[in-house]
């Protein structure tokens, strides 16, 4: 069974720009969570999708969004990218969500801002 | 809201030694518990979960952990590591009762360094 993918697995984009990622789940898995990793912050939860809805949302602002499509697939949009938006971002899917299940994460996208 | 707090930010070991990494939680609610790695360049990987029964919960890899509800405690632990056990390794919680609300909320890792 293929795991977990990102992409793309690197980017480079300056100040102000905006930055779409890709997270293509487990096949049957219908929970996609995002996640922000940081050498100061550490891992933070950013949001799950659910069958196409966002069901929860962490402590971000309004700037990073999300969207699930029927097959699952999730991708995260960062607009007016900031330079503390440099980071790895991980997703995870699950079969039902993010309290008990098993959380099987991708390699990650690795952002830097400029 | 809930907290993880991982003691030790790195753990040197020799190689075939035994280690216990430490992790402690803090949550106004019950929660589950997991533990994960991360090899380099990649993402996280489950180690082992509590959910209920047993406290002693024994993992891939040889790892086990113990939950320790009045001390808020589910430490790691492992009789006998390899080389190929560097890694970074993460303590998380979630909530019982608020089905994922808040996510996994994750300690700050544990970097375990495998001396020859």
């Known amino acids: 069974k293929a795991g977990v993918t990102q992409t793309p697995r690197y980017l480079i984009k300056t100040r102000g720009q905006q930055v779409t990622l890709s997270c293509s789940p487990i096949?049957?898995?219908?929970?996609v969570s995002w996640y922000q990793q940081t050498p100061g912050q550490g891992l933070q939860f950013l949001f799950e999708?659910?069958?196409?809805?966002?069901?929860n949302k962490g402590n971000f602002p309004g700037r990073f969004s999300g969207r699930q499509f029927s097959n699952s697939r999730s991708e995260m949009n960062v607009s007016t990218l900031e330079l503390g938006d440099s980071a790895l971002y991980l997703c995870?899917?699950?079969?039902?969500?993010?309290?008990?299940?098993?959380?099987?994460f991708g390699p990650g996208t690795r952002l830097t801002v400029l | 809201a809930q907290s993880v707090t991982q003691l030790d930010s790195q753990v040197p070991v020799f190689e075939e030694a035994p280690v216990e990494l430490r992790c402690n939680y803090s949550?106004?609610?019950?929660?589950?518990l997991f533990w994960y790695v991360q090899y380099p360049n990649q993402g996280l990987q489950l180690l082992l979960k509590?959910?209920?029964?047993?406290?002693l919960v024994k993992g891939i890899n040889g790892f086990e952990a113990e939950f320790n509800k009045s001390q808020t405690s589910f430490h790691l632990r492992k009789p006998s590591v390899h080389i190929s056990d560097t890694a970074e390794y993460f303590c998380?919680?979630?909530?019982?009762?608020?089905?994922?609300?808040?996510?996994?909320?994750f300690g700050k890792g544990t970097h375990l360094i495998i001396q020859p």
């Open positions: 995870a899917s699950s079969l039902e969500g993010v309290s008990t299940d098993t959380q099987y």
């Open positions: 096949s049957g898995h219908r929970s």
């Open positions: 999708y659910f069958s196409e809805t966002q069901r």
């Open positions: 949550s106004s609610v019950s929660v589950y």
């Open positions: 509590y959910l209920s029964g047993s406290t």
């Open positions: 998380a919680v979630s909530d019982r009762s608020g089905g994922g609300a808040d996510g996994l909320t």
